[in-house]
């Protein structure tokens, strides 16, 4: 079945410092979306890439669509205490509406 | 209601017992989703719904897993003979639609049970 990879597991950085996980599909996606999840909390709903090579941007966070659909990525510039938790990426592929999470990145960000 | 909300939000149980998980989601959403996630793990598919019918439980491990939704709205997860194993948070999650792109199939989830099996 449909896998769905990301690295880092973990990432500490010092606050002010940029972070990066990396979102790896084991089949191509019709879309990717990305939510968070603060420790002890539930993932909420960060944003949606639908075309080959999207790029969106909400304030800090960048976020990428490759350009095959099976990939994606999320950077956030200048990290904050605030950013601190579980980047999770989660993709459809096909005509099947199952959405299939990945493993998650967990930041920690060093005041 | 305004969100997901999600009964027991704490359950304990002993090996081999029946356990009922609630999820009410949001008025209006039409798709419905189970997970479940384990301590440093993501959110592992267990099964969808679009309206009443179940149409993807894949995501099953076994036949002691089983849902419902008879209404279209309030949907039951339904574990029997519990092993430790079960041990773990399950996450329900509503949508407006399952498919499309244009936003309609966010998930929005709720805070989820926890469930222990003893």
New interface residues.
């Given amino acids: ?1 449909q896998q769905v990879m ?1 690295i880092p597991q973990y990432q500490h950085v010092q606050e002010g410092e940029d972070f990066t996980t990396y979102c790896n599909s084991s089949t191509t996606l ?2 990717i ?1 990305w ?1 968070k999840q603060r420790p002890g ?5 960060l944003i ?1 890439l ?1 075309k080959s090579g999207e790029v969106k941007k909400q304030k800090r966070l960048t976020f990428q669509f490759g350009e095959a659909k099976k990939n994606s990525s999320l950077h956030i510039t200048a990290t904050q205490t605030t950013d601190v938790g579980t980047y ?1 990426c ?1 993709g ?1 592929s096909g005509g ?9 990145t ?1 930041l920690q960000v060093i005041p | 209601g305004a969100g997901v909300s999600q009964t027991p939000s704490n359950k304990v149980t002993e090996k081999g017992k029946y356990v009922e998980l609630r999820c009410d989601p949001i008025s209006g959403h039409t798709a419905l989703y189970w997970y479940r996630q384990s301590l440093g793990q993501g959110p592992e598919f267990l099964i969808y719904f679009q309206g009443t019918g179940a149409a993807d439980d894949s995501g099953l491990p076994n036949d002691r897993f089983f849902a419902v939704r008879p209404e279209g709205s309030v949907s039951t997860l339904k574990i029997q003979r519990t092993e430790r194993g079960d041990s773990a948070v399950y996450l329900c999650a509503s949508s407006l639609r399952a498919g499309g792109s244009s936003g309609a199939n966010v998930l929005t989830f709720g805070a989820g049970s926890r469930l222990t099996v003893l």
Avoid: D, I, L
């Fill in positions: 079945g990301q019709s879309n979306q939510y909390g539930h993932p909420v709903f949606q639908v999770f989660a459809r099947y509406q199952k959405v299939t999470f990945g493993t998650g967990k």
